[in-house]
């Protein structure tokens, strides 16, 4: 991920062990979802210590950071293995492991040692408590605890958090379209990643992760709420009266209704004579909006343009990422672009006009 684009950041603790108190202060913190980690938080302390001592001797830049990233891939791969489905989708992080011994400059003997250590400890692992927190939260069959499982992996695992290869073009697109909002658009990005982001088989996270729990855990009910959830990205809508009075109708510019959507915040009094810009959700049948929206007057719905707002996003990702690189632990550099998108279903043929077009020329945003 690119600097600049609000990825986690933590304090490294980079030269000394942490006592147990501390560790488990700092394990929580990661996780920033309440959870009950208790369970497990002595087993991965243990390993934590073996980790920090063979980066102690073997590593010529020491950063904690990159131990507790160590230590949350074992905890994932424990619970329902996400991070090595996308270890084997994607060459730019084939071996994670690698990745996080490379940042901190180790050597080979050292490399060694932690693969064995974590290795060891995937196979020895007690039952994991963020797999307990996963499942408790889906089945409650609570929208809001189903996003919370979501965010945990769209926004803090930092496996994912590598394949965002630049955010900036999205904050840049949502900062426009919420006013300037900062703290609202990187909610609306990390809404819109948690339900809409796709691996480049065409996978959402939520739909990788009904995969890992129908295969590895035989859990087919799980498996079932995951695949019910329909997400529907940035899109702008026209309200109509809906009952009971907390809900809205909304239909899309392209066709869609949806009833009785359940809204967060207060409608504002003129709600019906303007029009909303959002995501939406919808979850055993009841329809959500998703992370922030915004109200405009209808002379914004008149120039609103789907495909211009996405070709723009996505056509800066992609031409980003085809003049970037990186090298995999083997020496070979391959671009980012061919590893993001290769597999995907997709028309690659520029289409000038459409990239120079945006539906916010000429719109007076008194922040452009």
């Known amino acids: 991920m690119k600097s600049g684009t609000h990825s986690p950041r933590f304090p490294s603790h980079s030269y000394y062990m942490l006592t147990l108190d501390r560790f488990t202060t700092e394990w929580q913190s990661r996780h920033h979802f309440p959870m009950d980690l208790s369970g497990d938080t002595p087993f991965y302390y243990e390993v934590y210590t073996r980790l920090q001592d063979i980066a102690e001797k073997h590593a010529r830049r020491m950063h904690g950071s990159c131990i507790f990233s160590l230590l949350m891939y074992v905890e994932n791969t424990v619970a329902i293995g996400l991070d090595a489905c996308y270890e084997r989708l994607y060459r730019s992080i084939q071996d994670l492991v690698w990745h996080w011994c490379h940042l901190i400059d180790m050597d080979g003997e ?29 089945l409650s069959r609570d929208f809001f605890r189903l996003k919370d499982v979501a965010l945990f992996f769209a926004q803090y695992d930092l496996t994912l958090c590598l394949l965002y290869h630049n955010l900036s073009f999205r904050e840049d697109a949502y900062m426009r379209i919420l006013k300037g909002d900062e703290r609202k658009a990187w909610e609306m990005i990390w809404s819109d990643m948690a339900f809409n982001w796709q691996d480049k088989t065409g996978l959402t996270i939520l739909e990788r992760l009904a995969e890992q729990f129908d295969i590895r855990n035989n859990h087919t009910e799980i498996a079932n709420l995951l695949d019910s959830v329909r997400p529907e990205r940035l899109e702008i809508y026209l309200p109509q009266t809906s009952a009971p009075e907390e809900t809205l109708t909304l239909t899309s510019k392209y066709g869609g209704t949806f ?64 003049f970037s690189s990186f090298t995999t632990p083997s020496g070979e ?36």
């Open 110 to 138: 050292g490399i060694t040692q932690v693969r064995r250590v974590v290795a060891q400890a995937i196979a020895t692992a007690p039952d994991s408590s963020l797999l307990r927190w996963m499942e408790a939260g889906i």
């Open 333 to 368: 550099e391959f671009r980012y672009y061919d590893d993001l998108y290769a597999d995907n279903n997709e028309d690659d043929e520029d289409d000038d006009e459409m990239l120079n077009k945006t539906c916010f020329d000429g719109f007076g945003f008194p922040f452009a």
């Open 259 to 322: 009833g009785q959507v359940i809204c967060h915040d207060p409608l504002p009094e003129n709600y019906q004579k303007l029009c909303f810009v959002g995501q939406l959700v919808t979850y055993l049948g009841k329809t959500y909006i998703n992370g922030p929206g915004v109200w405009y007057d209808r002379t914004f719905y008149d120039r609103w343009d789907s495909s211009i707002v996405w070709h723009e996003i996505e056509g800066n990702e992609r031409e980003e990422a085809m």
